[in-house]
């Protein structure tokens, strides 16, 4: 059989993949936090023919021949460059101007978002739209922050259900006005993780994110929590409230990358079709 029809067919199937990460991504363009996908591809083997042949006396060197074999998937890549921040004017609303993720637990795991739509719930419990708790700095009764062996207690964020108002700060500072004092007090600070390597993070659905072996971990082999910090430190960016980041695909490029797709999905048909066709002479040979 002739390689071009493999060759072919390993072409259909690499553009097939591509336009299902550029449907994915048209999909969620108005999801919040949404960050895009890219494909890549690389050659797969390739046949040798003939080897090199170095420089003699009187005779020059010769080139290898191969003949490559098609391509195949070289990655799928999460972009995770920067939203464009849509302002809300709702206090819970949160997006981040720079890196990192808003962290938070389902009481077993640790999950990653850069989607701040965020509510409180009965008990005033900071949420997402799933029930997962936002975490960050804790207080303790007299509103400062709970310190064990010199590091701040990492926790579930409340304010307080009686609070008249409450404010969320750059530096991710809750702060809320009580009945009882109008000195703005301390609920707590939002903190945020940031990876060494962002795009080995993992999606896990619901504009959430996990950990992987080649991200970076959130918490060490004592428990402890690691590569967390205040917005606006350690290279983290700042919580803007009141605005939510929108998704990073960008329409006009994903629909060029789609007529890219077709018209390279098309030409690996075409290449099937005239091996096809050769083939057909050979069979016809014999009448």
Known sequence: MLR???SGISGMKNFQVK???IGNN????NTYGFKKGRTTFKDLVSQQIAGAAAPGLNRGGVNPKQVGLGSQLSSIDTVHTQGSLQTTGRPLDLGISGDGF???SDGANDYLTRAGNFYMDSEGTLVNSDGLKVFGYQVDEDNQFIVNDGKFSVGEMKIPTDAKSFSIGPDGQVTYISDASSTPLLAGQIILAKFPN????EKAGGNLYRETTNSGTIRN???EYVNISPPGTDGAGEVVAG????SNVDLSEEFTEMIVAQRGFQANTRIITTSDEILQELVNLKR
């Open 102 to 104: 808003f962290l938070l």
């Open 26 to 29: 048209i999909a969620n363009v």
């Open 19 to 21: 336009l299902d990460v």
């Open 243 to 246: 605005a939510l980041e929108m």
């Open 221 to 223: 082999d004592m428990d």
């Open 4 to 6: 071009s029809m493999y």
């Open 198 to 201: 962002t795009g080995g993070l």
